[in-house]
């Protein structure tokens, strides 16, 4: 993607706060307004992380839980994106209570893969929390050192600039002194979210569009090169092209503030509530949604989808 920037004219007048920044300006003025966290709160999460600890390692230890003791690195790989995952829905759900809870579940995780490094005399929870303290600490030179950077956008760049010093420093491979601000991107993430942290990282240091019509126009371009692979058809290029396009539509989505993978989940579950609505209805007629025309189906899509929006709308002010 190539981004064209030109230099504002000194005539314009002071723009206006667009919703955006409005936006901004309101979460910054909540943050200022937060409550610090007491020293009396600080010491009893102290003394509950202390016990948790030790009901872990009492788990894995001899005379504990055979399944626990069982587990390995690779064996809670699945339980570790599970609990990822509930998380999600709990903060999808807005329950405080289930979000607490989930959050627990996650932080078992962290908890239980430190412990069996322990027992394999590779690290343990101290180095954990070393590590992330002090990587906190280095990519915040603005709070605990004499850095500058009064918006998010230059504490991003800054932690950007940060990383991509260190991963220099500490250069592992046949190429040294080479490194790039996407490494660190699992290529095991799921495709979604990989294209939306490659995107957000590169943007990071400047590579981006400077207005949203520039993504659309990308959209616009990436649909027809879509188009034209599909006449004739070459399967191997409408692949690469409709890649392409849906890596558009996650650099949409990121430019926009949204999260690609928060975004499609709502999706699925809109769509889910009114194809279940759909299917109610054919039970009701006694029909089987198999056997109906396409116009029928999406009669009844279309009656789901209004019962949807209806429910979906505030209530209007008497």
Not at 2 to 8: A, E, I, M, N
Not at 163 to 181: H, R, T, W, Y
Not at 257 to 272: A, Q, R
Request: net charge negative.
């Amino acid at each position: 993607m190539t981004s064209h920037r030109s230099k504002p004219s000194s005539s314009l007048k002071r723009r206006k706060p667009t919703k955006k920044s409005a936006t901004k300006s309101a979460r910054r003025q909540e943050a200022e307004s937060r409550p610090a966290i007491s020293k009396q709160l600080i010491a009893q999460i102290g003394k509950l992380f202390t016990d948790l600890v030790s009901v872990q390692a009492r788990l894995r230890a001899p005379g504990g839980c055979p399944w626990d003791r069982e587990q390995t690195h690779a064996s809670l790989r699945t339980y570790l994106i599970e609990e990822s995952y509930e998380v999600l829905d709990a903060i999808e759900s807005e329950s405080p209570e289930e979000l607490a809870e989930e959050l627990g579940d996650l932080l078992l995780q962290v908890l239980f893969h430190a412990d069996m490094a322990r027992e394999a005399d590779t690290f343990n929870l101290a180095d954990v929390i070393t590590g992330i303290r002090d990587k906190m600490i280095r990519r915040h030179p603005h709070v605990f050192g004499n850095v500058k950077a009064e918006t998010s956008g230059e504490v991003l760049r800054n932690w950007a600039q940060i990383k991509a010093k260190e991963k220099l420093e500490f250069q592992k491979g046949p190429i040294q002194g080479i490194s790039s601000v996407l490494d660190g991107v699992p290529r095991s993430l799921p495709a979604l979210l990989e294209a939306f942290q490659i995107s957000r990282r590169a943007a990071r240091v400047g590579f981006d569009w400077d207005e949203v019509s520039g993504i659309f126009e990308k959209l616009e371009e990436e649909i027809a090169e879509l188009q034209k692979a599909l006449s004739p058809l070459d399967r191997e290029s409408v692949e690469e092209e409709l890649g392409d396009l849906l890596f558009t539509v996650v650099n949409l989505s990121r430019f926009l503030g949204l999260d690609p993978e928060v975004t499609l989940k709502k999706s699925n579950k809109k769509f889910k509530q009114r194809f279940i609505d759909v299917e109610a209805e054919a039970l009701r007629r006694e029909v089987e949604l198999s056997k109906l025309s396409k116009e029928e189906l999406e009669e009844l899509w279309q009656s789901a989808k209004l019962k949807d929006q209806l429910q979906s709308a505030p209530e209007s002010k008497a």
